[in-house]
């Protein structure tokens, strides 16, 4: 199975911590607007709503991780690597007063990699 997002092992260390800090229930989001949407936003329960205009990608660190459906639209071709970087991201993302900031990368989806994954999604979409 071809995974839409994957997590340096820096990323992962990362949302371990924040488990410890705030809990084990936290999610992301793709950031749509600020940082040339670079920006994986790590949050806890409540603090943001997902909903139809919200595609599941898959989980990082045993957290959810979503992505909004118009942006999923534009970057489907391409896996999202969520890494960390030094300093503050400008969001309201949990690991900010920690001096470090979620940040996504991305490859492109081989043919082959594109082909499971709309055979992945056509199953899902028959399983909705």
């Known amino acids: ?3 839409k997002v994957v997590a340096t092992p820096a990323a992962l260390e990362l949302v371990a911590f924040l488990k410890t ?7 992301f ?3 749509g607007g600020c940082c040339d949407n670079s920006a994986a936003n790590c949050y806890l329960p409540g603090e943001i709503t997902m909903g139809v205009g919200d595609v599941y ?11 909004g459906r118009a942006q999923y639209e534009y970057w489907r071709h391409t896996q999202l690597i969520i ?5 503050h991201g400008g969001t309201f993302s949990l ?3 920690e001096g470090k900031a979620f940040h996504t990368r991305s490859r492109v989806f081989t ?3 594109m082909a499971e994954l709309d055979a992945q999604d056509a199953q899902q979409a028959t399983k909705a």
């Not at 990082?60 to 991780?65: D, E, M, R």
């Not at 890494?83 to 300093?87: A, R």
């Open 1 to 3: 199975m071809v995974e």
């Open 21 to 27: 800090k705030y809990g084990p229930d936290l999610m």
């Open 29 to 31: 989001h793709q950031s």
């Open 57 to 67: 990608l898959g989980d990082v660190g045993g957290s959810p991780f979503y992505i």
């Open 83 to 87: 890494d960390v970087i030094e300093g």
């Open 95 to 97: 690991e900010g007063p």
């Open 111 to 113: 043919e082959a990699e």
